[in-house]
């Protein structure tokens, strides 16, 4: 195999320690692809063998990597609360279709320090009644936090699901001033 094609199909990772734990993340050359939170052992080796299958080759661990450090970068500045928009290459190939559209969406129009109702964003994809649908484009978001699904609440209010768990997305929502920061 040429080093052009190895090149092509390599996807590298690091673990990145942030004020919500450790995060997984993982690029590819055409941009970050992967991003998963609490990537403690057991986590981490879970997303790398379904990375693995899923864009088939094996991750390979590099921290220094050129194609992870903006994204480490980033992440620290907007921790820091110096940082509102991701500026990064993004890889898509974990997504499609409908679910893909509603995340580009979601990147595009719901920018920091704002949230959107389920509702609200079905609508904005040409979808009005399929706000049950968004929790699932939710879901199976591959870039969390720089796809900032954490922004979508429910209509009443609530604070909705999110597979980072709800203390995780409270401290997102806390961080970018939707939410007060917790007393204790």
Known sequence: MNAEVQ????VVWAVTDTDIGPLLLAATR???????????????????ARLASRLGTEPVEDPGSPLLAEAIRQ???????????????????LITGFNRQVLRALASGVPYGTV???????????????????????????????????????????????????ETKRKLLALEGVLPEPLF
Request: aromatic letters at 8%; glycine letters at 18%.
């Open 116 to 166: 959107v109702g389920y509702g609200d964003l079905a609508g904005r994809v040409g979808q009005p009644g399929a706000a049950q649908a968004m929790g699932t484009a939710m879901g199976a978001n591959p870039l969390p936090l720089v796809v900032p699904c954490h922004r979508v609440v429910e209509s009443d209010g609530g604070i909705g699901g999110f597979g980072g768990g709800l």
């Open 30 to 48: 055409d941009g970050l692809v992967n991003v998963v939170f609490h990537a403690t052992e057991d986590v981490r080796d879970q997303a790398l």
């Open 7 to 10: 090149d092509e199909q390599q």
């Open 75 to 93: 992440l620290a500045a907007y921790f820091a609360g110096a940082l509102h928009d991701f500026e990064l290459p993004l890889d898509w190939s």
